[in-house]
């Protein structure tokens, strides 16, 4: 299954979608890789497809919800939005992401000395 | 809760397949056209951009193969192609579909339906707490002939006294022969007399058995005795069934045949004991005398609850002890009186144990002889279908994947096969109720719970493991195309034949037991069982004692009924006896015959009390002397008639009439009773028992309550009944009739469980029989179409027909006569372990076994003839047309 790539990279990769999707509201997914991939400039190197396997596991775990809709340039497409229960799921992840990346970058620090 | 979430979401998926991939497909157009747009903004031209997207995208086919997996549950995903290729197999082949399914319905079915019976008899816990702990203990007497007798209420009560092993020890009374030995009790007050079973038994019963009431109390021991004793427990049936379930009888005083009670408990719904039909419980109200001084009468049932840690043969050491002890003080009654300790559901289960073990293995036989019978079905269709699983193979499926998809589509069957079996066996519950209502223990309660269901499921998973690993691991091996006919299919005949010859051995054991039985039944049904059981009925009545209380009230009321029954019209003859035949209670006691030593004496002389009339209603046969009659009474010397089995063991054949006997041993000194007649002996307690040594007293002399009156009529038998009820009512309004039956109902009842072992063991075994046949004769039919056009080109080159046919039925033959030495040599093993089933037929009875051959040869050649007969008639020319 999907499950054998790296834990982290895909809790990333959720966590991301999960934080773009609370701060622009419903997106697509083309419009969700683009984003991704404007913020990290361009140092995340997606293959867009992937996003896919994510959308899908947010989906099953119910932290989002899809329906079809119109895009910018009236092309049918699929939006995705944050639930409640994502929201909620965000904020406890991000807490722990900051918390965890505050310990690692004081661990690199400590080992520099 | 999100685990759940998703496994949800996944299981949804199974069943939106077509329509989520379609989703999703659009989602990924729709993102292609989007990021080419973007690709063409930024300057590619059109085809390089749509090309760049798909890269940058990733491969669809990938990406949505990898979201069926993320989507779904890809094991069951598997099953499901399995499941459905396997049904689509099966459609293709919808004979052999049908012949399997049947099969194992029939095999689950009949496993179902005994496993049914077992539980309900020796697997189903009793209902008291720590069943295990509580054993039943009874009499032995090498003298007297007992292995487990009831006991004397003095020995009960010493034994209760001095052991070490037991928490305590209850009793029970055993006054009746029919149903668990409760007696026959009249509620009135609530409309019209209500017979009741009614049981007594000391009041510590309830604690030693760990049963808690519904309502109300259970007994105190204190209330064992007379003056304490006017308070009865109520079944829940009796409890439903009588006061509608009304929680406040509880406390209310009862009228039980003249008799007042304090109802003071109502048992739960599943509570017994011992039997079923017990529907009230009352305390025995014994005299504390009885408990010391009564030896020699035994009516109790006695069981106890054992210590913890103390197991059953460290308690039967003690009760040794106590026995011996017993012994030494009371050599008068205690002589070679020892104790026997039997788990308490051993012992009820202790008469139809034999059978139903008898049962189980013949249909585990039976169920392996299914199994078998599919197995053998799936080689031949495995033949047939090498050709298909070759080309699997070699486009690439994996062995073990096709084993998995041979071994579904077992499974699939199987759990056809299992859900209709189930269906059968509760179809057939009605009849196997009837069937088993006389030969089944009266606590038994057959039911279709979860426990037997559970068990059809379990040989429903079993069979394909039994029936579809072999055939499926062979064909899986066929691997090269060209492979039609030869290696393979030579592999998997010699598999089939092998099979048929172990199905052949196996129904061949089912088969001789099946005659074995069925020749036990037959002679058991040719023994006479003394009287004429056809047109008459008996019934008993039981007179309360407070509304008759003395001798000459309840003599004159029983010698109205039967003046009242013989003025009826059509009647042809009636009497009344203390112990009706075949019902296999009596009062038992010793006897000395006259002019003997004076320490010889013989024991268990079986008393009955009987009118005048009742020989003549029986039609029992005299032999020698006169009957009883009407001169017969109490200030006339006491006279008996005897029958022939005492004439013949007290006296040797010698002429009896004029002899004298008295009831005791001579240092009693009892009166000298004159033998007046000798009557045929009438079976007492089964057909396959010798009759013993019994006397008939007249009830002017020897009066006993209840009696059970015979009615000879031209009648049929519901007008005689009604003939019945009307005599007797016309005597007293408020006395029931109990125990009706006719008397030919009274002998098949007394067969009901040979009868029940022998219909469903010839049922296995009749099955078996022709399952093998039909395994024989496809095997041969296969042979036969396969080889059409080698035996086409025989016939044209001139093989004669007859040659031909010999060779197809040789071959068929041989598997049978195999198998059927093989199953002689096991069933001459296996047999010897129902010797105590049968009866008037050794286990290795010749006959039998003779049948048995006979019935497996003409099978075998009927199920070989019928394709022999097609290997004759193949036409050379199409034959040869068909290459």
Request: some cysteine; aromatic content about 8%.
């Amino acid at each position: 299954m999907g499950d054998a790539k790296s834990e982290v990279l895909q809790g990333t990769l959720d966590l991301m979608v999960l934080q773009t999707l609370e701060a622009m509201g419903p997106q697509h997914g083309y419009g969700l890789a683009r984003r991704i991939e404007q913020v990290s400039e361009d140092a995340l190197q997606l293959n867009q497809g992937t996003i896919y396997a994510a959308l899908l596991r947010l989906q099953q775990r119910r932290w989002i919800a899809a329906s079809w809709g119109t895009s910018d340039n009236n092309r049918r497409a699929k939006f995705y939005a944050i639930t409640k229960a994502g929201r909620r799921q965000l904020a406890a992840e991000a807490e722990n992401w900051t918390r965890i990346a505050g310990v690692i970058s004081r661990l690199l620090r400590l080992s520099e000395r | 809760m999100t685990r759940l979430f998703v496994l949800a979401s996944r299981v949804r998926a199974l069943f939106a397949r077509g329509r989520q991939d379609e989703d999703f497909a659009r989602e990924l157009d729709v993102h292609l056209e989007m990021l080419a747009d973007d690709y063409v903004r930024r300057g590619y031209p059109r085809a390089e951009a749509v090309r760049a997207a798909r890269i940058a995208l990733g491969g669809s086919m990938q990406l949505t193969e990898d979201r069926r997996e993320q989507r779904g549950l890809p094991w069951l995903d598997t099953t499901l192609q399995d499941l459905r290729y396997g049904v689509r197999a099966l459609r293709r082949n919808p004979v052999y579909a049908l012949v399997a399914i049947a099969t194992l319905a029939i095999g689950i079915g009949a496993g179902t339906t005994v496993f049914s019976l077992t539980r309900a008899v020796l697997l189903r816990p009793l209902p008291y707490a720590a069943p295990d702990r509580l054993v039943r203990i009874f009499e032995t007497n090498p003298l007297k002939n007992w292995a487990r007798n009831i006991a004397a209420p003095a020995n009960y009560a010493d034994w209760r006294r001095q052991n070490a092993v037991f928490t305590d020890i209850a009793a029970y009374e055993q006054f009746d022969s029919t149903g668990s030995g409760a007696s026959d009790v009249f509620l009135t007050g609530f409309g019209e007399p209500q017979p009741l079973k009614a049981l007594g038994v000391t009041g510590n019963l309830f604690s030693v058995l760990g049963a808690r009431p519904l309502l109300g109390r259970v007994f105190t021991d204190e209330e064992t005795y007379a003056g304490h004793s006017r308070v009865a427990i109520l079944s829940y049936g009796a409890w439903q069934s009588i006061f509608g379930g009304d929680p406040s009888v509880v406390g209310r005083a009862v009228a039980l045949s003249g008799r007042r009670v304090d109802v003071v408990g109502v048992m739960p719904r599943d509570f017994f004991f011992p039997g079923r039909d017990v529907q009230v419980w009352l305390t025995v109200g014994y005299d504390p005398s009885i408990f010391v001084k009564s030896r020699r009468p035994h009516w109790l049932g006695v069981v106890a609850r054992l210590k913890p840690g103390v197991t059953l043969a460290q308690a039967q050491q003690d009760m040794n002890t106590v026995a011996r002890g017993l012994e030494r003080t009371y050599p008068d009654t205690n002589t070679q009186m020892g104790v026997r300790l039997e788990n308490l559901h051993d012992s009820f289960a202790y008469a139809p144990r034999p059978a139903l073990l008898m049962l189980s293995a013949a249909v585990a036989l039976f169920f392996l002889i299914v199994c078998a019978n599919v197995a053998n079905l799936q080689l031949g269709r495995a033949a047939a279908r090498a050709r298909e699983i070759a080309v699997r193979r070699a486009l690439g499926a994996a062995r073990g994947r096709l084993v998995r998809q041979l071994f579904t589509e077992s499974l699939l069957i199987s759990s056809a096969g299992g859900a209709v079996g189930i269906a059968v066996a509760f179809a057939a519950r009605a009849a196997l109720l009837r069937l088993s209502a006389s030969a089944l223990p009266l606590f038994a309660d057959v039911q279709f719970d979860t426990p037997v269901l559970m068990f059809a499921a379990a040989l429903t998973l079993a069979a394909p493991v039994l029936f579809g690993v072999i055939p499926a691991l062979q064909s899986s091996t066929a691997d090269r195309l060209q492979e039609r006919s030869d290696a393979g299919s030579r592999e998997s005949r010699a598999t089939s034949t092998l099979l048929i010859a172990g199905e052949v051995a196996l129904s061949v054991v089912l088969v001789a037991a099946a005659i074995l039985l069925a020749r036990s039944l037959l002679r058991l049904r040719a023994v006479d069982p003394g009287f004429d059981p056809d047109g008459a009925v008996a019934f008993t009545v039981t007179l309360p004692s407070a509304r008759y209380p003395d001798a000459q009230t309840r003599l004159n009321a029983f010698e109205e009924i039967e003046r009242r029954l013989r003025a009826e019209p059509a009647v042809e003859a009636v009497g009344a006896t203390s112990t009706l035949a075949l019902r296999g209670f009596t009062w038992t006691g010793d006897a000395t015959v006259e002019g003997r030593a004076a320490t010889d004496y013989e024991r268990e002389l079986r008393h009955n009390s009987v009118t005048p009339g009742y020989f003549a209603a029986m039609r029992i046969r005299l032999i020698a002397g006169r009957l009883l009659d009407e001169r017969d009474t109490t200030d006339r010397p006491p006279v008996a008639v005897v029958n022939e089995s005492l004439a013949r063991t007290y006296f040797h054949g010698a002429d009896v009439v004029g002899r004298r006997i008295t009831y005791g041993r001579p240092q009693d000194h009892s009166p000298w009773v004159t033998i007046v007649g000798v009557v045929a002996d009438e079976q007492q307690d089964a057909l396959d028992k010798a009759a013993q040594p019994a006397v008939y007293s007249s009830i002017r002399q020897q009066l006993q309550n209840p009696m059970t009156f015979v009615v000879r009529s031209t009648l049929d038998e519901g007008a005689m009944i009604a003939a019945a009820r009307r005599a007797v009512h016309a005597v007293d309004p408020d006395v029931a009739l109990t125990a009706m039956t006719s008397l030919r109902q009274l002998v098949d009842d007394s067969l009901g469980d040979h009868r029940l072992q022998t219909a469903l063991l010839a049922s296995f075994a009749g099955l078996a029989l022709f399952l093998a046949a039909l395994g024989v004769y496809g095997v041969l039919a296969y042979f036969v179409s396969q080889r059409s056009r080698e035996l086409g080109i025989r016939l044209a080159l001139g093989a004669k027909p007859r040659a031909l046919f010999a060779m197809v039925v040789r071959q068929g033959m041989q598997p049978v006569l195999v198998g059927g030495a093989v199953g002689l040599i096991a069933a001459v093993g296996l047999t010897r372990l129902m010797a105590t089933l049968l009866f008037g037929v050794g286990p290795l009875d010749p006959v039998s076994y003779a049948s048995t051959v006979g019935a497996l040869v003409t099978t075998g050649l009927i199920a070989s003839a019928l394709p022999a007969r097609r290997a004759t008639r193949v036409d050379p020319m199409t034959a040869l047309r068909d290459e």
